[in-house]
């Protein structure tokens, strides 16, 4: 499982099923210790894939739901959003390419961006054109 891609410790909890909860225990440390299994890891593979086309927020659902610690979470964020105007800036050129002619049209590209997880001052500042970066 982890050949195909990297796993929270509670991923793999959950995938390896209802075997014998200490033998799963003590195969996790193991993992860990060996460095096959690593949270910071996972999180910097979801901002890699997520770059581009996701918001911070988004990221930090998705590394929440797989269980990930609120210590990496907290780093992943930090990481997430230096790049996070950048990358709303991409999505938002892609999809629209131009400046919302009215108000329901500005409405819509907002809630777009909104659903892909981007933070709402990083909203604000993509669709009022500001340059503050």
């Given at each position: 499982m982890l050949a195909r891609r990297e796993h929270s410790?509670?991923?793999l909890a959950r995938k390896l099923g209802p075997a014998d909860p200490d033998a799963v225990t003590v195969l996790l440390d193991e993992?860990?210790?060996r460095g096959w299994l690593s949270e910071q890891?996972?999180?910097d593979q979801l901002l890699h894939a997520a770059a581009g086309r996701f918001g911070t927020r988004k990221?930090?659902?998705q590394l929440a739901q797989k269980g990930v610690s609120q210590e990496v979470?907290?780093?992943a964020r930090r990481r997430a959003l230096e790049n996070e105007?950048?990358?709303a800036r991409a999505?938002?050129?892609k999809r629209f390419g131009k400046a919302p002619a009215s108000l329901r049209e500005r409405a819509r590209q907002a809630r777009f961006l909104e659903r892909r997880g981007f933070e709402p001052e990083?909203?604000?500042t993509v669709l009022g054109g500001d340059s503050e970066e």
């Amino acid at each position: 499982m982890l050949a195909r891609r990297e796993h929270s410790r509670q991923e793999l909890a959950r995938k390896l099923g209802p075997a014998d909860p200490d033998a799963v225990t003590v195969l996790l440390d193991e993992l860990q210790a060996r460095g096959w299994l690593s949270e910071q890891r996972l999180a910097d593979q979801l901002l890699h894939a997520a770059a581009g086309r996701f918001g911070t927020r988004k990221v930090m659902q998705q590394l929440a739901q797989k269980g990930v610690s609120q210590e990496v979470i907290a780093q992943a964020r930090r990481r997430a959003l230096e790049n996070e105007l950048e990358g709303a800036r991409a999505v938002w050129l892609k999809r629209f390419g131009k400046a919302p002619a009215s108000l329901r049209e500005r409405a819509r590209q907002a809630r777009f961006l909104e659903r892909r997880g981007f933070e709402p001052e990083v909203i604000r500042t993509v669709l009022g054109g500001d340059s503050e970066e």
